[in-house]
């Protein structure tokens, strides 16, 4: 074979590969996308009781500490004393929030976040493992929150993509 034959299989090799890793990539990866239908990856996060603020889109914490929160903040976890389960998820001003009652965090669908009821009502509601909301962000896009954990100065929980702004 001559130099340029083998350049041309090589190049030829090179994109079979491209084309192969396209089709593999992480929409059809079961491993970084363990679970379809039911939203992105999970992300996991600790935000201490009204002082931490989180940008769902950015995944951005702020820690402003009795200030105002940036602009992009979507929600805070405050605390409601007197409680067997002291944490309240809050939404910011523009954000809007659905309850998810009986839902697992893990088996709620893309489906049943485009169908769910949202508002801007703050919702008196404890936030732990038995609960899953979700929060429409100042983009428009739709995440799901659960699987809370409470510690005596917060709490973490999980989060993840459902939809984005049309």
Known sequence: ?????????????????????????????????????T???????????????????????????????????DIQIRFTAGRAVNSILSQETGRSISR????????VTVAQADSATFSTAFLNVPFDSTNTFLIKTDLGSVYKLGNASETASGATFDYALMSVAP
């Open 1 to 37: 074979m001559n130099t340029k034959t083998k350049s041309a299989l090589r190049l030829m090799s090179f994109g079979l590969l491209l084309v192969m890793g396209y089709a593999c990539s992480d929409k059809k990866n079961p491993v970084n996308n363990p679970a379809p239908n």
């Open 39 to 73: 939203g992105g990856p999970v992300k996991s996060v600790f935000l201490r009781f009204s002082a931490h603020f989180l940008d769902l889109d950015s995944g951005a914490i702020d820690t402003t500490f009795g200030g105002t929160p940036f602009a992009s903040a």
């Open 100 to 107: 998810l009652v009986g839902k697992v965090f893990s088996e």
